[in-house]
């Protein structure tokens, strides 16, 4: 992606069940608008198989900073396309979510919605950390 001039900014990669219970609360019994269809265990964030990115273009001010580019539809299609290479699959109802391909929904995680599915879930956390993979940076969409 970024040889085609765009530079992703990977923003929330796994989970915890806790954090998507949080998630899946707003609008519904939190404050706020619904953000998200998935309950707790209900997310492939929950295992460590997806990941939200956001586009970003330099400042005008200092182009060494950088901005969200949230409303770059083209650049998202680059990144859908590039995530076919990779064996990742987009959303149509998220704008920025990439998830794995191997299965069609998150019941066919192996462990889903089970305790085994916590164990999985922890390890891909686990394996994120030690290689500095995917982390939550904690930017949100406006």
């Not at 998507?20 to 404050?31: E, H, V």
């Not at 619904?34 to 964030?45: C, F, L, N, P, Q």
């Not at 990439?98 to 299965?103: C, I, P, V």
């Not at 019941?107 to 939550?136: C, F, H, L, W, Y």
């Amino acid at each position: 992606m970024i040889q085609t001039g765009i530079q992703p900014l990977i923003y929330c990669g796994f989970r915890s069940f806790e954090e998507q219970a949080a998630l899946y609360a707003k609008g519904r019994t939190a404050p706020g608008p619904i953000v998200t269809k998935a309950k707790a265990g209900e997310s492939y964030h929950n295992y460590g198989l997806a990941f939200d990115w956001v586009p970003v273009k330099p400042t005008p001010k200092d182009p060494k900073m950088f901005t969200a580019d949230w409303d770059d539809a083209t650049a998202y299609k680059v990144g859908e396309q590039a995530g076919i290479t990779f064996g990742l699959a987009a959303i149509s109802w998220e704008t920025g979510h990439l998830q794995d391909s191997r299965y069609k929904t998150w019941r066919d995680i192996p462990g889903a919605g089970d305790s085994v599915g916590t164990v999985v879930a922890e390890r891909n956390r686990k394996a994120m950390q030690a290689t500095k993979g995917v982390r939550n940076v904690g930017i949100r969409k406006p």
